[in-house]
């Protein structure tokens, strides 16, 4: 079973507010979604913290 939790996040292209859909279940991963407004292509970077959260990190492409 997928546990996706719903993030809101800011586009490092375009800069508008997004809803996505993160799968924090697998723990510490990357991966690439385009933005729902400007279609760029935007890097995800999940990390886990010292209490076990996921924290949500993304950037652009080039960086």
């Known amino acids: ?5 719903e ?3 800011n586009c490092p292209y375009c800069g508008e507010s ?3 859909l993160v799968d924090d ?3 510490e991963q990357s991966y690439y979604e385009d ?3 400007c279609c760029a ?3 995800f970077v999940l990390t886990e913290d010292e209490s076990g ?3 949500v990190d ?4 080039d960086e």
């Open 18 to 20: 997004i809803d996505v």
């Open 35 to 37: 933005c729902s407004v």
């Open 7 to 9: 993030t809101y996040i």
């Open 41 to 43: 292509p935007i890097l």
């Open 53 to 55: 959260e996921i924290q």
């Open 25 to 27: 279940s697998s723990g």
């Open 1 to 5: 079973m997928l546990y996706q939790k």
């Open 58 to 61: 993304v950037r652009r492409d």
